[in-house]
Nanobody, 119 residues
Framework: QVQLVESGGGLVQPGGSLRLSCAASGNIESIVRMNWFRQVPGKQRELVATITKSDSTRYADSVKGRFTISRDNAENTVYLQMDRLKPEDTAVYYC?????????????WGQGTQVTVSS
């Protein structure tokens, strides 16, 4: 089992920055990949950024060059630094952990944090 707690959302003006945090606890060693997703009402949840156990990262085209995913292993925390924010980045952002234990895989989710980009 893995527990995820997000923080850092809020209201920001276009062009501004926010940093989201996702603190993980529980069976940390089983995590192979951490992701940030976002969701707007009425739309599917969208994968925004990924960081693997080997620190490989990937980004959605819509955020490439503006968002940066990173992690602090000592704090068991993953971050999403969001710069040059646009109104279309407004969404609920969710942290996701993908785990593997022997041959069993599982997904864990945080509670979500609202990001609103508006003047």
């Amino acid at each position: 089992q893995v527990q995820l707690v997000e923080s850092g959302g809020g209201l920001v003006q276009p062009g501004g920055s926010l940093r989201l945090s996702c603190a993980a606890s529980g069976n940390i060693e089983s995590i192979v990949r951490m992701n940030w997703f976002r969701q707007v009402p009425g739309k599917q949840r969208e994968l925004v950024a990924t960081i693997t156990k080997s620190d490989s990262t990937r980004y959605a085209d819509s955020v490439k060059g503006r968002f940066t995913i990173s992690r602090d292993n000592a704090e068991n925390t993953v971050y999403l630094q969001m710069d040059r924010l646009k109104p279309e980045d407004t969404a609920v952002y969710y942290c996701n952990a993908q785990t593997v234990v022997l041959v069993a895989t599982a997904d864990y989710w945080g509670q979500g944090t609202q990001v609103t980009v508006s003047s």
